[in-house]
């Protein structure tokens, strides 16, 4: 029974992988969700093809940024919000009046989130912003 869950659970790895190749390509559907189930699945089914993933391009570009906390580049910020948009707005378009208000909601949610809690990658630092020298300008050691 264990060896038929594993094998499913990685068929479900290898699913949504493909999905998450797909969505590189195109814009409505999303790369990361798709990419964290893949992760997740592999991680249930089999240790050594969760290290597999973990090793190719796809985990380290568009996964590990999201679990080291590191900050995202402005382009990708960009790109994700300008899909997101076109997708609500295409759902707001077609959506009965009630929907359009929750519609407007979680993409006003998206927005904030990605605006003041994701961070930017080539932002000065608070004490570089104020006009304080760098440590490297100072002199002192590090």
Request: net charge positive.
């Amino acid at each position: 029974m264990k060896q038929l869950f594993n094998g499913v659970c990685i068929a479900l790895g290898f699913f949504f992988a493909g999905i998450g190749c797909v969505g590189i390509a195109l814009p409505i559907l999303p790369t990361t969700p798709f990419l964290l189930l893949s992760l997740f699945f592999f991680a249930r089914g089999s240790e050594r093809f969760c290290r597999f993933f973990m090793g190719t391009k796809l985990y380290r570009k568009y996964l590990l940024e999201l679990k080291e906390k590191r900050p995202m580049p402005p382009g990708r910020k960009l790109r994700i919000l300008a899909s997101v948009t076109g997708v609500f707005a295409v759902g707001f378009f077609f959506s009965p009046p009630f929907a359009r208000g929750i519609l407007a909601l979680v993409l006003a949610l998206h927005y904030i989130y990605f605006l003041f809690f994701v961070r930017t990658k080539g932002r000065e630092s608070g004490a570089e912003a104020e006009g304080a020298e760098p440590l490297s300008e100072r002199g002192g050691d590090l």
